[in-house]
């Protein structure tokens, strides 16, 4: 069962992000693109990805979920350096490239180099990321 809402899950988070636009790497940009040829049509996919979250979190205060053990605690609020650090970085690599880790998995369809050398560097930078993140501790803790 849980296979099944997991496969179901994601086949309609794949065909939203299609829907989208989200996997056109020309419309992402057009999004980032504030200062030129901007393209506005990206903030109703978020408004339509934050408004029913907000709710559904509402929501789930003192329940358990249908299948596994339970949802995980709201976020402190603290923005600690590893937090900056990461959103900078994906930041970076979305505005650059015009993909993020779950349209680049999606554009895999499409065929083309594009996505597949995405996801590759997305892959050494996941390898990377641990080693990197104990020096960046050990530089902070120092500071």
């Known amino acids: ?13 794949g065909t939203g992000l299609f ?14 693109d504030v200062f030129g040829d901007w ?43 590893r937090l900056i650090l990461g959103s900078v970085l994906f930041g970076m690599g979305w505005g650059l490239v015009g993909l993020c880790p779950g349209p680049a ?11 597949a050398l995405f996801l590759l560097s997305m892959a050494a930078g996941m390898l990377v990321a641990p080693k990197l993140a104990v020096q960046l501790d050990r530089m902070a803790a120092k500071a």
């Open 39 to 81: 393209d506005p049509t990206l903030a109703f996919v978020m408004g339509g990805a934050i408004v029913p979250m907000a709710i559904a979190w509402r929501l789930t205060k003192g329940r358990k979920p249908l299948v596994g053990g339970s949802f995980p605690a709201p976020a402190t609020g603290k923005a600690g350096h």
């Open 105 to 115: 998995m999606a554009s895999l369809a499409y065929g083309g180099w594009g996505g």
């Open 1 to 13: 069962m849980r296979l099944l809402l997991a496969f179901t899950a994601g086949g309609l988070f």
């Open 19 to 32: 829907l989208s636009g989200m996997t056109d790497t020309r419309k992402v940009q057009g999004w980032l």
